[in-house]
């Protein structure tokens, strides 16, 4: 890693950290409503989502339902894995196999 490249990711952090610390600083002091805590809960999956959505269906930039569409068919089997066994280790495994497994195939 080069100088200027320490340089910026040392000032994303920086940055990062400026935005965030005084928001939480100010919630630390003040009790949010029982609504708002509960609302809060749904951020890391919905942020999660955001993330896995269009890389399921867009792997290659443009919206991809093909049933050869590796990445789609293991993560709508992994949904499943996960709904139904509630195993974490499981789901990646499993889904991980089928989606080399799919690749392999098509």
Known sequence: M????????????????L???PVLALISRITLPQR???GLKFIPPAGLTA?????MLMPAGSLDLDIANAYLV????????AFRTRNLLLTIVL???????WRWLW
């Open 2 to 17: 080069s100088l200027q490249e320490a340089i910026l990711v040392a000032g994303m952090a920086l940055v990062t950290f």
């Open 19 to 21: 935005v965030r610390w």
């Open 51 to 55: 993330i896995v959505a269009p890389a």
């Open 36 to 38: 708002v805590l509960d």
């Open 95 to 101: 889904g991980m196999a089928l989606f080399l497994f």
């Open 74 to 81: 293991a993560g709508i089997a992994a949904g499943a894995i």
